[in-house]
């Protein structure tokens, strides 16, 4: 993985699952998984949940060489076996989740 490419963005590499660069003819796009951060369900504090798969989201950074960047993230949902809260994990790079 490239670490200064992660610094670039300000996002630690602890947290990164993987991470891929996209060079196309009028942009750059990012991928980004990220690692699982929640092991306990928000509402109950229960461990006892399920994966509901992921979201996807793109997010629209800074230009590089003139050039725009979408960055592409998914956010792992998950479902608590005992209160039937749903959750999402945080995802470290957009902002007010």
């Known amino acids: 993985m490239n670490n200064e490419l992660l610094k670039l963005f300000d ?12 060079h196309k003819e009028s942009n ?6 990220f690692k699982p951060s929640r092991f306990s369900c ?9 994966s509901k798969g992921n979201k996807k989201r793109s997010l ?3 230009p590089v060489n003139d050039k ?7 956010v ?9 809260a749903s959750f999402s994990d ?3 790079i957009a902002y007010g989740d």
């Open 42 to 50: 928000p509402t109950c504090g229960s461990t006892h949940f399920i």
């Open 76 to 84: 792992k949902r998950y479902k608590c076996i005992d209160c039937n």
């Open 90 to 92: 945080v995802n470290p």
């Open 60 to 62: 629209v950074s800074v």
């Open 11 to 22: 996002i630690k590499d602890d947290v990164v699952e993987t991470f891929t660069v996209d």
């Open 68 to 74: 725009p960047v979408k960055m592409i993230t998914y």
């Open 28 to 33: 750059y796009e990012i991928d980004i998984r």
